[in-house]
């Protein structure tokens, strides 16, 4: 099974969680005795003989717990992508969903989002909050969204979708994943020469992602 990025990953046993090299050959306490899903980040997978490793980030309670580790798939119990997340509609259930300024801006976007006809999902604070009750949001919070952009997605397309967003109660970063890796969405709707690709390889520019992918058939 293929996994991408902010797709969310229980695990069997947290203690087999590798650390990233250099970094510690010891997991600090709170990623071992932790509790929830653990979130794939942008990085190539790695594999012995036997086994595949999966880039994970572990959230912790506060935003000074973050930790960048690998996770043998062998661990993996169940998992649910940005995507898949919204398919539940969990916000609907939330206690401070007519209050939160993540939550109201998000029930705001609902209609703008659905108009797209590409797939959408929450990541970041609110879409692992959304997808396991556990308290991530503060005052402070951003609201992170990711669009499917398989399909080309022109500039201009782009900046009128864009223009239909008047009010929002809290900063608000789109990132539009394509075959060659996500770009910010409000960077892709300007007349810049480039755009920055996050990409499994490290981040690079380019004028054009899915011509990229053109080049690369």
């Not at 794939?40 to 309670?61: C, I, K, T, W």
Request: net charge neutral.
């Amino acid at each position: 099974m293929m996994w991408h990025a902010h797709d969310l990953l229980w695990l069997s046993n947290r203690a087999e969680l590798i650390p990233l090299a250099g970094n510690s050959d010891k997991l600090p306490f709170w990623v071992v005795n932790g509790a929830g899903p653990v979130v794939v980040r942008r990085a190539h997978s790695l594999s012995n003989h036997s086994q595949e490793f999966v880039p994970v980030g572990v959230r912790g309670r506060c935003k000074a717990e973050r930790c960048a580790a690998f996770v043998p798939t062998t661990c993996i119990t169940k998992s649910i992508s940005p995507f898949g997340l919204v398919q539940t509609k969990p916000w609907m259930n939330h206690p401070l969903r007519d209050t939160h300024p993540v939550l109201k801006t998000l029930i705001y976007l609902l209609p703008l989002l659905d108009s797209l006809r590409r797939p959408w999902g929450v990541t970041g604070s609110c879409g692992y909050e959304l997808a396991t009750g556990t308290s991530q949001l503060g005052p402070a919070s951003d609201l992170d969204l990711v669009i499917d952009g398989t399909q080309f997605w022109s500039r201009e397309e782009a900046a009128q979708w864009l223009s239909q967003i008047t009010q929002i109660d809290c900063r608000l970063d789109i990132q539009l994943e394509t075959p060659m890796g996500a770009i910010a969405l409000n960077e892709w709707a300007t007349d810049r020469d480039q755009v920055m690709v996050k990409s499994n390889q490290g981040p690079f520019l380019t004028t054009n992602p899915w011509e990229l992918v053109k080049e690369s058939a």
